[in-house]
C-alpha cells in the first residue's frame, strides 16, 4: 500500500515540477535577488561581501520576451540568449562592461558576471517569476 501511495504522490506532483521548471525557461518576468557578491581584480585575492557593496540593486526584472533586465535606476537591453537543458543564459554590454546572466531552468538559482580590463565582479542569487 505505501509503495501505491508513493507513486500516487508522485504522479500528483510530476505536473507541478513541469510547472515550475517552466518558471525559469524564459516565458515569465522575473524578479532576481543577488545575496552574496565577490569583487575580483587581476593580480588580487577576490573580495566577498554583500551585493550593494559592488553597486548591485537588491532586486531587478529580468523580461526575455522584451529582451531587458531593469534595475530601479537603469535597464539593459539581452543582446544574446541561448536556453539549454538546464540553463539559461543570458548576455550584454553596460557602461564598458560585458555581462552574463546564467539562470538554472530548474530551481530558479542565478549567477552573473560583469567583466571589463581591470577584473570581474560575481553575483550570486534566486529568481521568481512575477
Known sequence: MKGITRIACLMACLPLGAAIAADFDGSKVLIC??????DCA?????????????????????DVEKKAISGPKRATQIQFMEKGANQLLLQGTELGYAWTFALNSDDGTMAVTFVD???AAVLFGSCTPL
Open 117 to 119: 580590463r581591470e577584473g
Open 42 to 62: 587581476g593580480g588580487q585575492a577576490c573580495g566577498r561581501g554583500r551585493p550593494a557593496d559592488i553597486g548591485a540593486p537588491a532586486f531587478f526584472r529580468v
Open 33 to 38: 535577488a543577488p545575496v552574496e557578491a565577490m
